[in-house]
C-alpha cells in the first residue's frame, strides 16, 4: 500500500468515527440530499435511540451546532458533500464514493444488533 492510499484510507476512518457524521452519511446516502433543519432531528433521534417526536429542542440544538461549526465543513472539506446554510440543503459531492463502501459496513454493523453488541465489548 502506498502513503497516498493508507492516507486516504486514514482520513475516511477518521471522517466515520463520529456518528453524527455517519448517521448524516446515512441520511444522504438514502435520499441524496437533504435539508439541515431536517435532518438535525432525524440525527437527535437516531443518537439516542428513540423518535424524533420524542427529541427536545436542546438536544435538537446540539445536534445542529455540531453539524454546522464541525461535521458539514469537516466533510465538505474532503469533498464528501457540498451545502448551503442559508437555505439548508446539504448533498453528497464526488468524494462520497471513495467512502461509501466503508460507510456500508458501519451501517450494517449498526443495523445488525448482534454486532453491535460485539462492538461494544
Known sequence: MNNATATRMEAACSLLAE???RY???ELA???GANLEEVVGQIA???HDDDQTQVDD???QRVY???VHNHLPRLADYGIIEYDLRSGDIVLDDGFDD???LLNQFKQTEDDPTLRRLSSL
Request: hydrophobic share 35%.
Open 19 to 21: 456518528s453524527e457524521r
Open 58 to 60: 436542546e438536544t435538537r
Open 45 to 47: 433521534a437516531w443518537e
Open 65 to 67: 451546532v455540531s453539524l
Open 30 to 32: 438514502t435520499h441524496s
Open 24 to 26: 448524516l452519511l446515512y
Open 99 to 101: 467512502i461509501k463502501p
